[in-house]
């Protein structure tokens, strides 16, 4: 079908993922990046791909809701998994990865395929031919009124927030330790943990709260919230760090802060408090702050996080920041194939849909991408089953109440119960991980997807 050329806006995990699946069906697609020439204020590269948050892809256990989808888009041949695989570093459970070198290989990949030719400027119009629009939560300003012209219908939005990174010589290791939650107490661990006593602790939330932010620009502020207007709604799964503070004296110590299934070596007894830094390159010498999504200023970040004990001298190679997501009403304008209510040939992939989650991207860019080359082909598209968790997704940010609809990552929460009931956490979970993927080969044998 190389007469046929589709377009795909925005590289990003979504955009990389669809683009590539409909080169490798011999179909040639136009992928439109406005970076490095349009910056978006939170991307720091031209790159493909870029990790702009954490570079932790979630939990790469069996039983967990961020495994299990990991496990379904492998079998759904995910070419950006398969390079998170190869870009992995230590991190636990997790999947982790080089940030830098993991979106400069999808940049690579794509680069070199013979059906992608890439197109290095803003996109401010939707063509009228077979299109994806995957431009992420950053969708310029130009595109976003196309959109909402184009669906008769205004966007929504959220703020998001990114986690500071410190470089690893800076850190204080005669306080700071080597542990991975719950793990053997001489294994060395993936991550380094700085302990808090409680009156270490206290004075920290303390400085925190108080601390000086970054202001919103007028732009950015919510026109209307129905309970306090210019105030910015934040996505609760993401939440700033001082926000989450100013909810309570203890919520960060059941948040980002909490220290189960750690022990203090110098004490051998579990801190009142803990903060994790996590790998975020294959070099080991740049950890980020787990967690610790925030709008601070830069220099009250400066002051503020060297209150954390082991954090006293830290050097910070980036500092967090704030940024507006938008995403669309998913519910009103698409059907669980990605593709558009109101125009066949139209489809969306990414956190533009209102999908959470680096993975959750990923996995509707691949389906977004599968299904335009199946409606290319006057095939039937693809729905995936509600048993598996890439089809529960998919099903969740199309079906949602939208006057209450929110940005959705993966968790069993959204799949069918179980036909028989189980007690503990655990197995349950398993349970439903060995029912999707069971149904998820099943229903690959059909050979719908080629």
């Known amino acids: 079908m190389k007469n046929i050329s589709v377009t795909v806006i925005g590289a990003g995990l979504a955009g990389s993922e669809a683009a590539w699946q409909l ?48 496990n379904e888009i492998r079998l759904l041949k995910s070419k950006l998994m398969e390079v998170a695989d190869k870009t992995a570093i230590p991190a636990g459970g997790a999947l982790a990865v080089d940030r830098e070198l993991f979106s400069a290989k999808v940049t690579y990949e794509l680069e070199n395929h013979p059906n992608i030719k890439i197109i290095r400027e803003e996109c401010i119009e939707i063509p009228d031919g077979p299109v994806i629009i995957a431009s992420g939560p950053l969708t310029s300003a130009k595109l976003t009124a196309k959109i909402i012209e184009l669906t008769n219908t205004e966007n929504l939005y959220f703020f998001d927030a990114i986690a500071p990174i410190v470089q690893i010589e800076s ?38 709260t108080k601390a000086k932010r970054i202001q919103l620009k007028s732009f950015e502020k919510q026109i209307e919230t129905g309970v306090n207007a210019g105030d910015p709604l934040f996505f609760e799964g993401c939440l700033p760090v001082e926000i989450l503070a100013s909810r309570g004296e203890m919520a960060m110590a059941f948040g980002p802060l909490r220290p189960v299934g750690l022990k203090d070596p110098r004490s051998g007894k579990r801190p009142f408090a803990i903060l994790q830094l996590r790998q975020d390159n294959l070099a080991g010498d740049l950890y980020n702050l787990v967690g610790f999504q ?157």
């Open 23 to 70: 080169a490798q069906r011999d179909i040639h697609v136009e992928l439109y990046e406005m970076r490095p020439l349009r910056e978006t204020g939170a991307h720091i590269s031209g790159n493909f791909a870029e990790l702009i948050c954490s570079n932790s892809l979630g939990s790469n256990l069996y039983d967990r809701s961020s495994g299990l989808l990991k």
């Open 171 to 208: 850190i204080n290791f005669e306080i700071a330790f080597r542990a991975s939650r719950y793990s053997d107490e001489d294994a060395e661990g993936d991550y380094i943990n700085c302990p808090m006593d409680k009156d270490q602790y206290i004075t920290f939330i303390s400085e925190l």
């Open 294 to 450: 925030t709008n601070l200023t830069f220099p009250e970040q400066r002051r503020v996080f060297r209150i954390i004990p082991g954090l006293e001298n830290a050097e910070f190679a980036r500092y967090g920041q704030m940024h507006r997501n938008t995403f669309i009403a998913s519910p009103k304008l698409l059907k669980p194939s990605m593709q558009s209510n109101g125009r066949q040939n139209l489809f969306f992939a990414g956190q533009i849909t209102g999908v959470e989650g680096y993975v959750g991207n990923i996995a509707t860019g691949l389906l977004a991408g599968i299904n335009l080359a199946k409606y290319l082909r006057h095939e039937p598209l693809l729905v995936l089953p509600q048993e598996t968790m890439v089809g529960a997704l998919c099903h969740y940010i199309t079906h949602a109440n939208q006057k209450d609809f929110q940005p959705m990552k993966a968790n069993f929460g959204i799949l069918p119960p179980l036909e028989m009931q189980i007690k503990t956490k655990r197995e349950r979970y398993k349970a439903y991980a060995d029912r999707s993927m069971q149904i998820m080969k099943s229903f690959l044998e059909k050979g719908l997807v080629e």
